[in-house]
């Protein structure tokens, strides 16, 4: 076959480089074209206004404009701050090491294995996920606390000892519950790269002799290792950023941690200035782990090279099969089963510590939080219409800055990429004292409003609609954008006929991540709300302290109910993975 664009290009002579480009076709301006620059400076605008405002105040003189390293020196001049940080890091490693202990055996069960009940365990790491983990931890108080935890009592009845065994109020108390609700990250991750991995190498290792248990361990899982360590890379840092967790389990243990210590600043007299001293050590933690999970990940080596990923062989385990089982068993149980029936059982009583008997239950709770209390009412209201609104915006401001990013559209796209990207080195605690700094005076004087608590998510949660959105540009062909501007369409025709519908999918699983992380966000809120913006993670603190878990639990169980239908029928819309990590 001849190739006739060759020869027709061969018979075009030449043109003057002046000429050549004085007969190309000039575009008109495109009005898209201030949109593109308009998202441009709200993106930069909510980085970078509340970053230079945290790392401005921690040199500002108090009540004053003075340069000072005097903020510095109240942060870490003494010892119980520093130790702060210390037991921060002892318990974020520990915990991390707990999940990872959890995910990796279940998530190669679940993508490699015969193992029996791989649904099951698959769904109970996404229940896992749904359960924030402040409402786990009211869980595993009323479970595991030293005298009237129901483990504990179950214990003296049967042994007849004094005292139970479990004391939830301690170091590895606090560690266990950190790490059995952070675990679904590094499964995702896991499973994700196991997924991908071609079975040719663990055949070969099969065929030499290997066994089952060797060759996961010599083959599959350092074939995984880059994705498994980046993941335990984002577990630490959500641990140390954790501050719902450690309010209610460290501080009754009198273990401080960074984020409780950070709380402390917040007291009377407010030292907002000593606080983004104090917070600068964690975000220094956090870029550097972040740029060696860089590394890792950008090292695909457990991308198969053969081009036969996801092609993969099922492990026959024989009887092991039913003791893999009865792992993934026993961390549903753990995760799952156990939190809830307390928690549901709490929420249905007169009197949670009485146990279950039948004058016992009632549905006094829930009418109470529906009818009787403003403030609950008020605060289950904020949570999800704050959820919802941040959701829909991260989800439309992503799509936009991502293809601005994605297409290039205007120069410094990796300025604009970087800036998408980077509240993921701020933790969430330090997000909200950076949003303190920036909004709650003057010019703004957006403290206590539901405005400050909205546009804190919004910056939090952008990466992830970044992120997912982009990947879906990526895999659309311009060629379809082109067709369209040749016949005369623009860019706004482009987005709204041919991008957006062939998005609706991951725009949609995006909202839903989005939201679901937004209802049980708690380190952001709990420095910006005020009287009448109190989310449910914030009152959950509240009526904690007050000792009023029957309220809690109802309030929880609603919580619960909501996230679970969204998340169900995105599971139904978009598949039972659609949260799955693949790129």
């Not at 335990?232 to 209610?248: D, K, M, N, Q, R």
């Not at 009152?539 to 109910?561: C, H, K, N, P, W």
């Not at 039972?576 to 990590?581: A, K, N, P």
Request: glycine share 6%; with cysteine; proline share 5%.
């Amino acid at each position: 076959m001849v190739d006739v664009r060759a020869d027709s290009a061969a018979a075009i002579p030449s043109l003057p480089k002046a000429r050549e480009s004085s007969l190309r076709p000039k575009r008109a301006f495109d009005p898209m074209l201030i949109l593109w620059i308009l998202l441009a400076l709200v993106l930069a605008f909510l980085i970078v206004n509340p970053l230079l405002r945290l790392i401005i105040d921690s040199f500002r003189q108090v009540n004053g404009t003075e340069i000072t390293f005097a903020n510095y020196i109240s942060a870490f001049s003494r010892a119980r701050h520093i130790q702060a940080v210390i037991n921060t890091l002892w318990m974020a490693s520990f915990a991390s090491l707990i999940a990872a202990a959890m995910a990796v055996p279940l998530a190669w069960a679940v993508s490699r294995t015969d193992m029996p009940g791989r649904n099951w365990a698959h769904a109970s790491v996404i229940a896992a996920f749904i359960i924030p983990t402040f409402l786990g931890a009211i869980g595993w108080m009323l479970l595991a606390g030293p005298n009237a935890g129901w483990l504990n009592r179950i214990w003296v009845g049967i042994f007849g000892t004094a005292t139970g065994p479990f004391n939830l109020f301690s170091f590895w108390g606090l560690c266990f519950v950190v790490g059995i609700y952070a675990f679904p990250l590094i499964y995702v991750f896991t499973r994700s790269a196991l997924d991908l991995i071609s079975t040719e190498m663990e055949e070969a290792a099969a065929v030499h002799g290997a066994g089952t248990l060797r060759t996961m361990v010599k083959v599959t899982l350092p074939l995984a290792l880059p994705a498994i360590l980046g993941a335990f890379i984002l577990v630490f840092l959500e641990s140390i950023a954790l501050y719902g967790t450690p309010a209610l389990i460290a501080i009754p243990a009198r273990y401080n941690v960074a984020t409780t210590q950070l709380a402390t600043f917040f007291e009377h007299p407010l030292r907002v200035e000593v606080a983004a001293a104090f917070s600068m050590p964690l975000i220094l933690v956090t870029i550097l782990l972040l740029w060696i999970q860089r590394l890792l990940l950008s090292n695909r080596s457990y991308v198969s090279v053969s081009g036969k990923g996801g092609d993969r062989r099922i492990v026959r385990l024989g009887p092991w099969k039913w003791l893999l089982a009865a792992y993934a068993f026993a961390i549903s149980l753990v995760t799952v089963l156990l939190p809830l029936v307390v928690l549901v059982q709490c929420a249905f009583a007169k009197a949670w510590g009485r146990g279950l008997a039948i004058d016992n239950l009632t549905l006094y709770n829930f009418y109470h939080i529906f009818f009787e209390q403003l403030t609950v009412r008020q605060s289950m209201w904020n949570t999800f219409s704050y959820a919802a609104v941040t959701a829909t915006f991260c989800c439309a401001f992503g799509f936009g800055v991502a293809y601005i990013v994605q297409r290039r559209l205007l120069p410094l796209t990796p300025v604009l990429s970087f800036l998408a990207l980077s509240p993921v080195i701020i933790p969430g605690i330090v997000l909200a004292i950076c949003f303190y700094a920036a909004y709650a005076g003057a010019p703004f004087y957006l403290y206590g409003t539901g405005l400050i608590i909205i546009v804190a998510f919004i910056t939090r949660f952008m990466p992830i609609a970044f992120v997912t959105v982009g990947s879906g540009i990526r895999s659309i062909n311009p060629e379809l954008e082109e067709a369209v501007r040749i016949l005369g369409g623009n860019r706004l025709m482009v987005l709204r006929r041919v991008v957006a519908p062939l998005l609706k999918k991951t725009l949609l699983g995006a909202w839903i991540l989005t939201f679901v992380l937004a209802t049980r966000e708690l380190s952001t809120a709990v420095f910006l709300s005020g009287p009448e913006t109190r989310v449910i993670s914030v009152l959950t603190l509240d009526l904690s302290e007050q000792g009023r878990y029957e309220i809690l639990a109802a309030m929880g169980v609603v919580l619960l109910f909501v996230t679970t239908a969204v998340v169900l029928a995105g599971m139904r819309v978009l598949g039972r993975d659609f949260m799955l990590r693949r790129n």
